[in-house]
């Protein structure tokens, strides 16, 4: 790659709160997370950066396919938007990081948009 490219992963919010029923899923996207950081530090003295996406409960084919019908009608209402994202709401995200223009000093992140999701965990663990 040439120096001023973009490298984006993308990992998910479950990697940062997991979820008992995708441990499978939350291990991977953790994995991801790690890497992403890793990564950053090869070839950061060649003008490459390294960032990550991670959202939080978005409409996308894996809905539907792995949730039963009850969980697909509640998904997205356990955020503090109470709702699913669209694709749409995220692809800002890519589109940013992508851009030298407004990003050329952003590496080694992963941005969130996950509707505050982590926020729950947050308050959840607070005493």
Same mark, same amino acid.
Do not use: C
């Given at each position: ?7 984006? %992963? ?11 029923? &995708? ?15 890793? &990564? ?21 084919? &894996?809905?539907?396919?792995?949730? %039963? ?7 997205? %209402? ?17 589109? %940013? ?20 999701? &982590? ?9």
């Amino acid at each position: 790659m040439k120096g001023g490219s973009s490298i984006i %992963s993308t990992t998910s919010v479950t990697a940062y709160k997991g979820n008992p029923k &995708l441990l499978d899923y939350a291990s991977t996207k953790g994995a991801v997370v790690a890497f992403t950081r890793d &990564l950053v530090l090869q070839p950061v003295d060649r003008g490459l950066r390294v960032n990550g996406v991670a959202p939080g409960s978005i409409w996308a084919p &894996l809905i539907p396919a792995s949730f %039963s019908e009850e969980e697909v009608k509640n998904f997205g %209402s356990q955020v503090p938007m109470k709702s699913a994202g669209q694709p749409i709401e995220v692809a800002p995200s890519y589109v %940013s990081l992508a851009s030298n223009s407004d990003s050329s000093y952003m590496t080694g992140q992963v941005l969130h948009p996950n509707a505050m999701s &982590l926020n729950i965990v947050n308050n959840m663990t607070k005493t």
